[in-house]
């Protein structure tokens, strides 16, 4: 391990005693775990788009070095400038928003991708961490008896960023949203009633979107019913957990995920599943359950409710995208284009997701001599 | 905004850090301090639930990982099935032969139809198709297109690379239609016996005619008796045969005696079943079974068989061949005149007709005709085949026809039935229906005469074989036994015409325990200089059994026999009593 004193008072000596290196260490592993598994789902996908079949790989190798920089970047940050990070990245966020509705680029019936200086960003990627930290400040605020109606100021920006994203549409991403807000308006000091009327709106939001935006309806229609549509992703990714068993094909050796189309991006897990079987995948499954339950359990003691309520956003977030992914890769749920937190193929996604966790780094790491 | 937010919320930690120095009134910084201790409290209970609802959640996802991973859920099939031949259900069932060699198939391929209502340009539409599709014509296209009908189809069986070529025209108005075609591996070699379908996958002629039904309800593939090494060889020598004595078609025929079961069946010139709208009528024309010939000398095998078998006659018993015949206005001549008194063994193997006649005469016209009947000479044969002529014979049976029938003359049967009847001569005396499908059952058949008769058979047709007309036909060892047939053909006006011969030669080997009998005719051969001008059996067609019969006997497993050892000489010595002494296999 790095010879790090304790008395050691630089950024990065306080940093190394402070952080949470356990959380840290479980990120960096499954962001090696990301890579490896690009390397053995990807070159069929490459290869079946004309591309050269290390393509995904390369590219992926190289975001994941600067994602890691940008999470341990942010993890130095005190928690002000935490807070001035998430409000300055929420307004560039909304900004994107609105330019990605105004000249983004429609793919797959929806827009969400935006092409800034050559890079291809989807905004709604970052708005969930700024989001959550920047909701985490009115909540908190708010609660302890400052002078600002935080409620209300949360509860519109919560509103301002559901009706862009709904506007793309991403139902997806606005669910992860509404569920970060809900979250927090519940460890905020939510009334029981409010909570189940809330409960019940959420329910009625689903329905709604069922029956408003036909691409969810097809997708739920099909998972009730496999046989009113097409599944094919789902029931290869259930041959490929299938043709793994326990102990998995062995690396390279797989064949179902040949004809997984998405098998280095959302349905990474079933790759996994395949090539190095079941136990891998209840070790994915762990770290990330590892990386939330800690999380909670290390804000649980502190005594500043930003930190909780910003931290649990943030782990709320990340536990729920991982589990959505591995839910519908799992056919439990229907199918909703989600990331698999560091292990997927994917750019702003691998990006928004290092800010997020960087700042979750930040907000949870002990500060015995004051809350800097 | 913003910094007035973030600077109150400084402030607020700062005051509740350093409670102690905190110095407001009283009861506020109570009401603080209780609403602090409230939040957090609920706060920390509520980050309790949510992580509660977080493990439970990430537990199913596990749990789901174990059932999807370990467990095997029998609706979500386990990997790739290879999907077996026999389940694959096909329009029409495969055919193969006695060795399970492919010999008809269904595979899928793109038709090209159009909706003419729906074409926009007709002109630009027809030549773009024809440009790419060279076996259509641009104008046979537009007219088609020019149909008042809202369904026309423009072509039947495209390759993929049409089928690609014609998508990337991007036509609006074509339809791909997927159908099954019948494809004949095999191409020419079983025309006959196949048949062929119409492009709708009915079946239009020979077994695809005929079991049709049966080809489109089973799903397991049609076995035939045909072997297609057997149909190789007879076809080669066949084709090679019509070549060398430049003749206008030929049959062949394989029969294995001891079933009925026919193991080649060639009729030249023939066609290509999987384009069989090209074919002529002649090639279309099976000569084996449809086709009824005067089959000549070979019917002296039933004439002598018949007559042992009554005891009309006894192979010693003489009758006299000294000159013609004469019948009413008829002369009955010999070939090979000898201009003597003839034995039964004789008249067949010098191939008497005035002896023959002679014999015939001794049985009557009752016995003759009863006997062909039992031989199924009178009526079309019963082979699965739905092109089977009509045996020709006269309407009143004549005395003078009862002669000339002896001999092979005034009786039109098709070969398949002379095979058979042949068949049921050298085999112990038992007749089977002739047929071209394999049956895993033993086949029944009729006796019609007796062992000792069809021994009899056995030796005359050996010795003919060795001294009389069928030399050409020996094949060293295989113990070949047979007899030609030269038949003249019945002009337009209904006379004979002199130099248009059907020659042919029937043979059956081992002799000594028959196993196959193996028939080869020419139409219309012409003799060569090798053959001295002649274009009878024995020197066209007799030459091509022999040729089958060294080639196929290996591949079947029959040894050659020494044809001096004692037991053959035994088994098929036969006594020519006139000349005092006894003619063996040398």
């Given at each position: 391990?790095?010879?790090?004193?304790?008395?050691?008072?630089?950024?990065?000596?306080?940093?190394?005693?402070?952080?949470?290196?356990?959380?840290?260490?479980?990120?960096?592993?499954?962001?090696?775990?990301?890579?490896?598994?690009?390397?053995?789902?990807?070159?069929?996908?490459?290869?079946?788009?004309?591309?050269?079949?290390?393509?995904?790989?390369?590219?992926?190798?190289?975001?994941?070095?600067?994602?890691?920089?940008?999470?341990?970047?942010?993890?130095?940050?005190?928690?002000?400038?935490?807070?001035?990070?998430?409000?300055?990245?929420?307004?560039?966020?909304?900004?994107?928003?609105?330019?990605?509705?105004?000249?983004?680029?429609?793919?797959?019936?929806?827009?969400?991708?935006?092409?800034?200086?050559?890079?291809?960003?989807?905004?709604?990627?970052?708005?969930?961490?700024?989001?959550?930290?920047?909701?985490?400040?009115?909540?908190?605020?708010?609660?302890?008896?400052?002078?600002?109606?935080?409620?209300?100021?949360?509860?519109?920006?919560?509103?301002?960023?559901?009706?862009?994203?709904?506007?793309?549409?991403?139902?997806?991403?606005?669910?992860?949203?509404?569920?970060?807000?809900?979250?927090?308006?519940?460890?905020?000091?939510?009334?029981?009633?409010?909570?189940?009327?809330?409960?019940?709106?959420?329910?009625?939001?689903?329905?709604?979107?069922?029956?408003?935006?036909?691409?969810?309806?097809?997708?739920?229609?099909?998972?009730?019913?496999?046989?009113?549509?097409?599944?094919?992703?789902?029931?290869?990714?259930?041959?490929?957990?299938?043709?793994?068993?326990?102990?998995?094909?062995?690396?390279?050796?797989?064949?179902?995920?040949?004809?997984?189309?998405?098998?280095?991006?959302?349905?990474?897990?079933?790759?996994?599943?395949?090539?190095?079987?079941?136990l891998f995948c209840l070790l994915i499954v762990g770290i990330y359950a590892f990386v939330v339950l800690r999380g909670f359990a290390r804000v649980l003691n502190r005594n500043d409710l930003f930190v909780v309520l910003a931290a649990t956003g943030l782990l709320v977030q990340f536990g729920l995208q991982a589990l959505v992914n591995m839910a519908s890769t799992l056919n439990l749920i229907p199918t909703k284009g989600m990331t698999l937190p560091f292990l997927s193929y994917g750019g702003s996604s691998l990006i928004a997701l290092a800010l997020g966790m960087g700042m979750l780094l930040a907000i949870t790491r002990t500060r015995p001599g004051g809350q800097r | 905004m913003m910094r007035r937010l973030l600077q109150s919320m400084e402030n607020a930690r700062s005051r509740r850090q350093e409670p102690v120095e905190f110095r407001t009134p009283a009861e506020h910084a109570l009401h603080e301090e209780g609403l602090f201790k409230q939040a957090i409290e609920t706060g920390r209970t509520r980050v309790l639930i949510t992580g509660a609802v977080m493990a439970l959640a990430f537990a199913v996802v596990g749990i789901r990982l174990i059932d999807v991973t370990a467990f095997n859920n029998p609706s979500e099939p386990r990997v790739t099935h290879a999907v077996s031949a026999s389940t694959v259900k096909k329009e029409r069932a495969d055919i193969v032969d006695r060795n399970g060699t492919l010999v008809a198939t269904a595979l899928k391929t793109v038709g090209l139809s159009a909706d003419p209502k729906k074409i926009m340009d007709i002109q630009e539409a027809a030549s773009k198709?024809?440009?790419?599709?060279?076996?259509?014509?641009?104008?046979?296209?537009?007219?088609?297109?020019?149909?008042?009908?809202?369904?026309?189809?423009?072509h039947r069986k495209l390759t993929p690379y049409q089928q690609w070529e014609v998508n990337r025209l991007g036509i609006p108005g074509l339809d791909f239609r997927t159908q099954e075609t019948r494809v004949y591996p095999q191409g020419n070699l079983m025309s006959h016996v196949l048949g062929f379908t119409s492009i709708d996958n009915n079946g239009l002629a020979g077994i695809e005619k005929k079991l049709d039904q049966t080809l489109r309800s089973s799903t397991q593939p049609l076995k035939l008796s045909v072997d297609v090494r057997l149909q190789h060889i007879?076809?080669?020598?066949?084709?090679?045969?019509?070549?060398?004595?430049?003749?206008?078609?030929?049959?062949?025929?394989?029969?294995?005696?001891?079933?009925?079961?026919?193991?080649?069946?060639?009729?030249?010139?023939?066609?290509?079943?999987?384009?069989?709208?090209?074919?002529?009528?002649?090639?279309?024309?099976?000569?084996?079974?449809?086709?009824?010939?005067?089959?000549?000398?070979?019917?002296?095998?039933?004439?002598?068989?018949?007559?042992?078998?009554?005891?009309?006659?006894?192979?010693?018993?003489?009758?006299?061949?000294?000159?013609?015949?004469?019948?009413?206005?008829?002369?009955?001549?010999?070939?090979?005149?000898?201009?003597?008194?003839?034995?039964?063994?004789?008249?067949?193997i010098y191939s008497s007709n005035i002896g023959s006649a002679r014999i015939a005469n001794e049985l009557g016209t009752a016995s003759q005709r009863e006997f062909l009947a039992?031989?199924?000479?009178?009526?079309?044969?019963?082979?699965?085949?739905?092109?089977?002529?009509?045996?020709?014979?006269?309407?009143?049976?004549?005395?003078?026809?009862?002669?000339?029938?002896?001999?092979?003359?005034?009786?039109?049967?098709?070969?398949?039935?002379l095979v058979s009847g042949v068949s049921a001569m050298v085999n112990g005396g038992t007749f089977y229906q002739p047929t071209l499908v394999r049956s895993d059952t033993d086949r029944n058949g009729e006796r019609i005469i007796s062992e000792s008769t069809?021994?009899?058979?056995?030796?005359?047709?050996?010795?003919?074989?060795?001294?009389?007309?069928?030399?050409?036909?020996?094949?060293?060892?295989?113990?070949?036994?047979?007899?030609?047939?030269?038949?003249?053909?019945?002009?337009?006006?209904?006379?004979?015409?002199k130099k248009d011969l059907i020659s042919s030669y029937v043979a059956a080997f081992p002799m000594n325990a028959p196993r196959y009998v193996v028939y080869v005719n020419l139409d219309e051969p012409r003799g060569t200089k090798k053959t001295f001008g002649y274009a009878t059996g024995g020197w066209v067609a007799a030459p091509a059994v022999s040729q089958v019969i060294k080639q196929m006997a290996p591949m079947l497993g029959i040894p050659p026999q020494d044809p001096e050892s004692p037991e053959i000489r035994q088994a098929l010595a036969i006594k020519l009593p006139n000349q005092g002494k006894t003619l063996a296999s040398f």
């Open positions: 391990m790095i010879n790090i004193a304790r008395n050691d008072t630089s950024i990065l000596g306080r940093w190394w005693w402070e952080v949470d290196r356990w959380t840290l260490m479980a990120i960096v592993t499954l962001a090696g775990f990301g890579v490896m598994l690009t390397l053995f789902a990807s070159p069929s996908v490459a290869e079946r788009i004309g591309a050269d079949p290390l393509l995904f790989v390369r590219k992926q190798a190289t975001l994941i070095v600067p994602a890691l920089v940008i999470m341990v970047s942010v993890s130095l940050l005190n928690l002000r400038n935490i807070r001035r990070l998430a409000i300055g990245l929420l307004g560039i966020t909304v900004l994107l928003l609105l330019a990605t509705l105004a000249f983004g680029a429609e793919i797959k019936g929806a827009t969400r991708w935006i092409s800034v200086g050559g890079v291809t960003i989807q905004p709604s990627e970052l708005a969930k961490p700024a989001f959550a930290v920047v909701a985490a400040t009115f909540f908190s605020a708010s609660r302890l008896g400052e002078d600002i109606p935080g409620y209300t100021m949360a509860g519109g920006l919560y509103m301002v960023l559901l009706t862009l994203l709904l506007l793309q549409p991403d139902v997806g991403q606005a669910f992860v949203l509404s569920a970060i807000w809900f979250t927090q308006f519940f460890l905020a000091g939510l009334p029981m009633v409010l909570v189940i009327v809330l409960a019940i709106i959420s329910v009625l939001g689903l329905i709604s979107a069922y029956f408003v935006f036909p691409h969810v309806q097809s997708r739920i229609d099909r998972f009730l019913d496999p046989a009113s549509g097409d599944n094919y992703q789902v029931e290869q990714a259930m041959e490929a957990f299938q043709n793994g068993g326990i102990m998995g094909t062995g690396p390279g050796e797989g064949v179902v995920k040949n004809s997984l189309p998405d098998g280095h991006a959302d349905f990474i897990l079933a790759v996994a599943g395949e090539e190095f079987g079941l | 198709l024809a440009a790419v599709l060279p076996d259509l014509s641009a104008a046979d296209i537009a007219r088609k297109l020019s149909s008042d009908s809202r369904f026309v189809w423009l007879m076809r080669q020598e066949l084709q090679a045969a019509v070549t060398e004595f430049d003749a206008i078609g030929a049959t062949g025929i394989i029969m294995d005696v001891n079933n009925g079961e026919i193991l080649s069946m060639v009729s030249l010139p023939d066609f290509d079943p999987n384009d069989a709208g090209k074919a002529t009528d002649d090639s279309r024309f099976n000569r084996a079974t449809l086709g009824v010939y005067e089959l000549g000398s070979t019917f002296k095998i039933f004439n002598t068989a018949v007559a042992l078998d009554t005891g009309t006659a006894k192979l010693s018993s003489q009758f006299d061949a000294t000159k013609p015949l004469r019948v009413g206005r008829f002369a009955i001549r010999d070939y090979h005149a000898k201009n003597r008194w003839l034995s039964v063994s004789e008249i067949f039992k031989l199924g000479f009178l009526t079309p044969s019963s082979i699965e085949l739905p092109e089977v002529g009509q045996p020709l014979y006269p309407k009143v049976w004549r005395p003078v026809n009862t002669m000339t029938i002896s001999y092979g003359h005034g009786l039109a049967v098709s070969p398949i039935q069809s021994n009899a058979i056995r030796k005359l047709m050996r010795l003919n074989n060795i001294e009389g007309s069928g030399k050409a036909s020996n094949a060293k060892g295989y113990l070949v036994g047979g007899k030609t047939g030269t038949a003249e053909k019945v002009g337009a006006r209904g006379t004979y015409r």
